[in-house]
């Protein structure tokens, strides 16, 4: 049986909170965590009733972009007819690829503003299982939308219905994933939901104007600035979806035949022709094209670029709650390769001591914005087993010494250790280890 220290901390407040620090108490299994936030997520949105709010606009806009279709399909000429296509049915899609950035924007920052997310690291939960979760839930909300955007687009009305199945679905799928991960990069800057919505509605407005002005402004440039261009989350979304359109309504020809559609055949073709043609009747008017092939590989870059930052913006950036790493730590190893010391923060009697307390604090200070010191260099230190309460006054800063120990504000100077495991660097190892019962609750 694990040792256990248990305090009983008085607080302003009729509750006598309770935290509780147990020595490498073995945790739950990853995939149980991550089935149990799946759920959480399906039951929030559904009280908030926003579980299928990124469905609707998926509708809405295919309908709109059969409703073009059907228009432009009475234009006689095939390039004129190529062109509309390509302008047109993208800028439709991208929007209703991008309602899952205000939908995400909106789930994510409404847990911080409730707490939710910070009381769920405070429990033990990582970031990473966090995130993943996220990840896992919104995959579920974005299959279901591209799987209704493909129908309408391919099925109910022939769209995009000459085009690869499979290229399609990728295409739509890694856009939505994108889109998520933008999400997540966004959403660190908020803290208010109703913020957050503004300023997500004002940034798919610009990003959709610039991904437009870009399909002008890039003919005629060279691939370099059509890669760097594709870096933004609207452009690379827009490029592929015009690609599609235009494989729909022009031709590729080689030796073995002549094409519509994407497939693996058209998938990088940079050029098409607006009738069929062969060896002895060349094309005569092509239409250059940055291909479906290449906005795919530039999707999947800024997938892996935008959750590195998502990831790194999550731990430099110090918001309400939660306490921000240096700038610098992915290339520190005391925090990409914590090691639990085991050891006092201070040797005393010149002894190491070769069991580490249950809790050790050793100066710890903390000035809040204003200038206001809730904590002035507070040494503590609980040996394993040991029943400690920490007794004083309204305001004398027995809450706010608990909350920067277990990382839910930052200290401002001093150390402390929780079963050996260093605050500053090893917070989620403190946080496996000890448990809170604060004096408001974040979850439901």
């Known amino acids: 049986m694990s040792t256990v220290s248990e305090m009983a901390l008085l607080q302003d407040g009729p509750m006598l909170p309770v935290a509780r620090v147990q020595l490498e108490r073995p945790g739950p299994r990853m995939s149980d965590v991550f089935r149990t936030m799946i759920k959480k997520h399906i039951h929030v949105a559904f009280k908030r009733r926003r579980l299928l709010t990124s469905l609707w606009p998926a509708v809405m806009y295919s309908g709109i972009s059969i409703m073009l279709f059907k228009i432009f399909a009475q234009v006689d000429s095939g390039n004129v007819r190529a062109l509309l296509l390509a302008l047109t049915v993208p800028l439709y899609l991208v929007l ?193 094209v940055f291909s479906a092939g290449e906005s795919m590989i530039m999707i999947l870059i800024d997938i892996v670029l935008y959750g590195f930052g998502a990831w790194w913006l999550e731990q430099v950036w110090q918001g309400d709650f939660g306490q921000a790493k240096p700038w610098f730590f992915c290339i520190d190893p005391a925090y990409m390769c914590p090691r639990s010391t085991r050891e006092s923060l201070i040797q005393e009697d010149g002894l190491n001591q070769l069991t580490p307390s249950a809790m050790k604090i050793r100066d710890l200070r903390k000035v809040f914005p204003g200038g206001k010191v809730a904590v002035d260099g507070m040494d503590l230190d609980i040996k394993p087993g040991e029943i400690f309460a920490l007794l004083g006054h309204n305001g004398a800063g027995k809450t706010t010494c608990i909350n920067c120990v277990v990382g839910l504000i930052p200290m401002t100077s001093g150390e402390a250790m929780v079963s050996g495991y260093d605050v500053r660097t090893e917070l989620e190892s403190v946080r496996r280890n000890i448990s809170v019962c604060p004096q408001d609750a974040g979850t439901w």
């Open 96 to 288: 209703a690829v991008q309602s899952a950035l205000q939908n995400a924007m909106a789930e994510i920052v409404t847990e911080k503003e409730s707490k939710m997310k910070i009381v769920q690291e405070i429990y033990g939960l990582t970031p990473t299982m966090y995130w993943l979760s996220w990840a896992g839930y919104f995959c579920i909300v974005s299959g279901l939308c591209v799987v209704t955007i493909y129908i309408l687009l391919a099925l109910v009305a022939p769209v995009m219905a000459k085009s690869s199945p499979w290229i399609v679905i990728c295409l739509l799928a890694a856009s939505y994933l994108q889109q998520l991960e933008f999400a997540a990069i966004a959403s660190v800057f908020f803290n208010k939901l109703q913020t957050a919505s503004a300023i997500s509605g004002f940034i798919n407005v610009l990003f959709l104007l610039l991904a437009e002005a870009m399909q002008g402004w890039l003919r005629g440039k060279l691939k370099l600035w059509w890669y760097l261009a594709s870096l933004l989350p609207t452009v690379n979304l827009f490029n592929g979806f015009a690609a599609v359109m235009l494989s729909e309504a022009l031709y590729y020809c080689d030796d073995s035949g002549c094409y519509q559609g994407i497939s693996t055949k058209t998938a990088f073709v940079s050029e098409f022709c607006i009738m069929q043609y062969d060896e002895t009747n060349p094309c005569q008017a092509s239409v250059a």
